[in-house]
């Protein structure tokens, strides 16, 4: 079992900074894939971005990025902290929405959000134009 809280959303201005966390409990927590995906009023949740349990290098993981915030969105990890961090850079009025932390990729399509056994629940992330 992982049990998964996020923190750090807001409201902030179009081109701002945000970054949002996500503390994870549980033993396993460093064997697992984790990610966010969010949802904006009136539409499906959708795949943000994800990280690999298994490093590739010191320190360095594998990653996962939707097209709509690849280059202004970073995930990265912390297995000794058990969290989990999605940087958002150069925010857009349509990167407003509930921002969730997964955990736990049954199979292999990290974009499919009945693939995540754990869900946080939830912070409301506000971009204003």
């Known amino acids: 079992q992982v049990q998964l809280v996020e923190s750090g959303g807001g409201l902030v201005q179009a081109g701002d900074s945000l970054s949002v966390s996500c503390a994870a409990s549980?033993?396993?927590?460093?064997?697992?894939?984790v990610g966010w995906f969010r949802q904006a009023p009136g539409k499906e949740r959708m795949f943000v971005a994800a990280?690999?349990?298994?490093?590739?290098?010191?320190?360095?993981?594998?990653?996962y990025y939707a097209d709509p915030v690849k280059g202004r969105f970073t995930i990265s990890r912390d297995n000794a902290k058990n969290t989990v961090a999605l940087q958002m850079n150069s925010l857009k009025s349509e990167d407003t929405a509930v921002y969730y932390c997964?955990?736990?990729?049954?199979?292999?399509?990290?974009?499919?959000?009945?693939?995540?056994?754990?869900w946080g629940q939830g912070t409301q992330v506000t971009v204003s134009s």
């Open positions: 997964v955990a736990g990729l049954s199979g292999q399509d990290y974009s499919d959000s009945e693939a995540w056994d754990y």
């Open positions: 549980g033993r396993t927590f460093s064997t697992n894939h």
């Open positions: 990280i690999a349990w298994r490093p590739i290098g010191w320190k360095t993981y594998s990653t």
